[in-house]
């Protein structure tokens, strides 16, 4: 069901006023010219004829500068005109500085506290809310709240706009809390100035229970939607499209309460409403047939809920063009609708026009993630390409079409649904390694110049499109529609051209997903990729499953599983309970010993091994690679894993079923397979085709053993960690060490939940109170003495901090190493604060700064300038997700940030590691790889894990070496093949 929200009024309002004010000089125009023109333009804007109007207001503000000066403050007002003009019609990159330049001028004429900068800083915000840039617009929001309170006084309106405005960036974000005093205060505002029946009331008392749904308020929405309707229906008239708009949205409260019979007679008056004020073919007409189609489809009135899905369709790719998400989501209505009749053919045509629309959308840039956490659009509606994949596979399975053909074609269609942040960070990396063509750099920044442009124009024609048909301009329409269809043409010229002369960066650069013939020309013989595809129960009548696709050489087998997502959150968190000791903290017990059928309340002991269950990781491998154990034997697996299955380490699944409860005798799979994780298909291409070897003439630089404290004052293991953070200060290089080594866990020693401040500075006492780890030293100066490395490159205790790793890149010095390892505290986003990043402890300085407060943060480790075929990250929780306890986009934590740096391949570990085996396996690893230069970083750790599975001589007391939660923690992501 698609949304209608009543949000821009006080906007409005605000925009208007600016814009039509007369100057802050007082003075007479001046000219005729001038004033003709002035005049003339606010016509234009007032009719909402924004295209006219721009070219009339740059000759105003041409003839202002010439007659009054670049400072005078009318030239302020036309920049500030232009501007909003510009902001209009979606040319934001030639909105701001002009609103940067009108704000300066009237700051410097009338003061910081004058009420026109309160204004002018309001534009900019609002300019900045509608480019998403929330974290620039919120104080400009501020700053202009305190002005006008001071200047105009704490209950004017226009200090309950800004307020409605902020709450509006604050609710986009998600800050709920937040927002919900805003749109109060705000209300009262409102109520006092203007009255309780303003239409600015009814705006901000439907922002209000806009908020309320959000939070699963239903309760308090309902007043506050019912009130917010009969003050616009007294306000504007009950025949006003604003009426049409209330209505809706408060029959799509009732629509998700079930209240369907509530909810159909305001959907069809304000269907009525709408379509007599603004015609038959207006978009909003057709948002309340699809709204109204819902209702009829949720009750199983299929035959009355199809028309209007169908007249949905017809208008919105009439008004608003054949690319517009919401023709998508109508497509997508469509295919449920079939698939709720079992007309698995009708579902599927329409998932694939769907599907074919995104990815369109995805080549010309559009719905596109800004940045951030954000996902891109055909990453938002995964559910358009998981349907097409699950009813084409069973048209498949009754011979309705080429089974080969579909199994190539669907292929391609997981990876849309399965496309991750990793991914892309690795591609980035890839196309910076293939470039240096001015040539080619040419032919880039005109595409992307085209997109730009592709995307603005796109916008101004849906808005001219949107308008009542009184306010239509089909010489404007017609004009952008023929920009558009030459800005096409340009660009398939452009992407023929980067394809026939820069192959390597087209595979790259373009959003195509990778084809199965693609795949084979760069798997070499002994390799098998295997993809995975998890769905959910939302697609009923049909179940919850897995997609497994396996592509060899010359093979490809498409099957499916039984188990779903749920399924799969569920078994791989019953087998992380007997790896990860953390997974029982708090009422991780309480979980585990459900999913284990352990007796309730049961406590690990202390020194015992986790309660791994065997059994279960051989009925977990027979129902994901059973149907093609054939296919991959004796192949080094490449796995693309999706869902709760990206926080599995694929080595503890166990391919025999097993005779007793002996993990020692156990046949795991990385006895007969080395495993590389892939964050996608593409990423196999980007890094074989261009992920060229590292040129760095050095081997190694290595960081760890972070000089921190412990909490030395606690009961229990204060004595520990005194004598722990003595030996870490002892450790000053690589002599031989004397002191004996622990094999304690790198446990966090207390909550990082505090860790970080709001000023984005780690507080320093938390920080030091970290378990200190001096035998990260000798891992480090082992692996350095097994490769041969320089002792001089390793940065342990003082060395280690993060002034000298920035430092390295910025001089350059850090890109001439091929390996880079941190052995070090590595913390998940989720244990820092719900919004802050992942990152690496090293040694903290006496005083924090921005620069270097001890904590190398995701967003740092991105900017570091490396070219490393290897980063080895032997610290806890490194092929995290985006937040602590989520079965997260595959390796979108550290992993994420050091491809984008420019890393090949990572080692990256899935639980807290035990400290030995780390040494172990890495200095095993990276001797193998040594001793015989034929083998890839995926076989060399396979060859240590079964050297640490045998391993005899730990201690008593410390974990069995044969126990996966020693030997298993480690997945190697990227290139794990041999150099060729």
């Known amino acids: 069901m698609r949304g209608w929200w009543m949000r821009w009024g006080c906007v409005l309002l605000l925009m208007v006023a600016v814009t039509s004010a007369p100057s802050a000089s007082g003075q007479a125009q001046g000219a005729d010219e001038l004033s003709a ?24 503000l041409t003839l202002t500068r010439a007659q009054k000066g670049e400072e005078h403050l009318d030239t302020a007002a036309r920049l500030d005109w232009l501007a909003g003009l510009y902001k209009a019609q979606g040319r934001h990159a030639e909105a701001e500085p002009l609103y940067k330049r009108s704000l300066a001028v009237v700051e410097k004429a009338l003061g910081p506290e004058h009420p026109s900068v309160g204004t002018s800083l309001h534009n900019l915000a609002e300019l900045y809310r509608a480019q998403g840039r929330y974290a620039e617009a919120e104080p400009l929001y501020k700053r202009d709240i305190a ?4 200047a105009l006084g704490p209950e004017h309106p226009s200090v309950g706009t800004t307020l409605n405005n902020l709450g509006l960036v604050y609710r986009a974000q998600g800050r709920y809390a937040e927002t919900e005093p805003l749109y109060k205060r705000s209300l009262a505002l409102y109520e006092k100035a203007l009255g309780p029946e303003h239409p600015s009331v009814g705006t901000t008392l439907n922002n209000l229970a806009v908020l309320y749904k959000l939070q699963g ?10 009130r917010s309707l009969a ?3 007294k306000a504007l008239g009950p025949e006003h499209p604003s009426v049409g708009t209330s209505l809706n949205n408060l029959a799509g409260l009732y629509h998700v309460q079930g209240r369907y019979a509530e909810a159909e007679p305001l959907y069809t008056r304000g269907l009525a409403v709408v379509e007599k004020a603004l015609g038959a073919e207006h978009p909003s007409v057709g948002t309340t047939l699809n709204n109204l189609a819902a209702l009829y489809h949720v009750q199983g009135r299929y035959a009355e809920a199809k028309p209007l899905y169908e007249r949905d369709m017809a208008i919105t790719e009439k008004a608003l063009g054949p690319e517009h998400p919401d023709v998508g ?3 997508n209505n469509l295919a449920w609708l079939a698939l709720a009749q079992n007309d698995l053919a009708g579902a599927a045509d329409r998932w694939r026009r769907a599907t074919a629309l995104l990815q369109h959308r995805a080549e010309r840039g559009l719905g596109g993630a800004t940045g951030g956490t954000s996902k891109g659009e055909a990453q938002r509606k995964r559910w358009y390409f998981e349907g097409l994949v699950k009813t084409t596979q069973r048209l498949a399975a009754e011979g309705r079409g080429n089974a080969q053909l579909l199994a190539t074609e669907m292929f391609q269609t997981a990876q849309w649904a399965a496309g991750s942040e990793a991914a892309t960070s690795l591609a980035q990396m890839a196309a910076r390694s293939a470039g240096g063509s001015p040539a080619l750099a040419a032919l880039v920044r005109e595409r992307q110049d085209l997109v730009a442009e592709w995307q603005g124009k796109d916008k101004l024609l849906i808005a001219a499109r949107s308008e009542p048909p009184t306010k239509r301009n089909a010489a404007e329409e017609e004009a952008l529609s023929d920009r558009l269809a030459a800005i096409d043409a340009r660009l398939a010229a452009i992407d023929a051209r980067i394809t026939s002369d820069f192959p390597d960066y087209a595979a790259l650069a373009s959003p195509k997903q990778i084809a199965i013939t693609d795949v084979q020309a760069n798997l070499r013989n002994d390799e098998a990729l295997v993809q995975f595809l998890d769905t959910d129960a939302r697609f009923k009548p049909l179940p919850e499953e897995t997609f497994v696709w396996v592509v060899t050489k010359t093979a490809v087998r498409w099957v499916r599983s039984d188990l779903g997502t749920s399924a799969l959150k569920r078994e791989v968190a019953a087998l992380r309970c007997g790896l990860d000791g953390a997974a029982w903290h708090g009422d991780g017990a309480e979980r585990c010993a459900d999913l284990l059928k352990l007796p309730p309340g049961m406590a690990l002991k202390d020194g015992a091994p986790l309660p791994f269950d065997a059994a279960r990781a051989h009925a977990l491998y027979a129902a994901l690679f059973g149907e093609v154990r054939d296919v991959i034997k004796g192949k080094h697996l490449l796995i693309v894993p999706s869902g709760a299955l990206t926080t599995l380490p694929f080595q503890v699944l166990v391919t025999e079923p097993p005779h007793s409860k002996n993990l020692a005798a156990a046949r795991w799979l990385i006895r007969d397979h080395a495993i590389t994780v892939l964050p996608s298909v593409a990423s196999l291409t980007a890094l074989r085709r261009t992920g060229k070897a590292s040129a760095a003439p050095k081997p190694m630089i290595g960081f760890g053993n972070p000089l921190l404290d412990g909490d030395q004052a606690h009961p229990q293991h204060g004595a520990y960690f005194k004598r722990q953070a003595a030996i870490a200060r002892g450790q000053t290089g690589c002599s031989k060490s004397d002191k004996k080594r622990t094999g304690a866990l790198r446990a966090v020693s207390r909550s990082l939940d505090q860790t ?3 000023s984005r500075v780690v507080n320093l006492d938390h920080l030091r109170m970290q378990s200190p780890l001096p035998e990260t030293a000798d891992e480090l100066c082992e692996v350095a003495r097994s490769i041969g490395g320089s002792f001089e490159d390793v940065r342990i205790g003082a060395r280690a901090t993060e002034t000298e790793v920035k430092r390295l890149s910025s001089s350059g010095e850090l890109a001439k190493y091929r390996m880079l390892h941190f052995a070090t505290h590595g913390t998940l986003a989720g244990q820092l604060s719900g919004t802050m990043e992942p990152g690496l402890i090293l040694s903290p300085p006496k005083t924090p700064t921005a ?5 190398l943060s995701g967003s740092e480790i991105a900017g570091l300038k490396l070219d490393a075929d290897w980063v080895i990250l032997s610290a806890c929780n490194t092929a995290g997700g985006a937040g602590e306890g989520q079965a997260a986009e595959a390796l979108s934590g550290l992993a994420r940030m050091f491809f984008y740096a420019g890393a090949r391949a990572l080692l990256v570990s899935h639980w807290e590691v035990d400290s030995d085996a780390a040494v172990k396996l890495v200095t095993g690893a990276v001797g193998a790889m040594t001793k015989d230069k034929s083998i890839g970083r995926a076989e060399a750790m396979r060859r240590s894990m079964q050297n640490v599975m045998a391993d005899t001589t730990r201690p008593e007391g410390w974990g069995p070496a044969w126990h996966p939660s020693v030997w298993a923690p480690f997945v190697v992501v990227g290139e794990g093949g041999a150099e060729r």
Do not use: H, T
Not at 851 to 855: K, V
């Open 231 to 233: 003050v616009v229906e």
């Open 756 to 758: 970080l401040l709001s």
């Open 147 to 150: 002005i006008s309170e001071k």
């Open 851 to 855: 620069e270097d407060d001890g904590f």
């Open 37 to 60: 023109l002035n005049k003339r333009i606010s016509e234009l804007y007032s009719e909402g004829k924004f295209g006219e109007a721009i070219p009339l207001a740059e000759r105003s």
């Open 217 to 226: 308020r239903n309760a308090e929405a309902e007043p506050l939607y019912k």
């Open 329 to 331: 989501q109508s497509l």
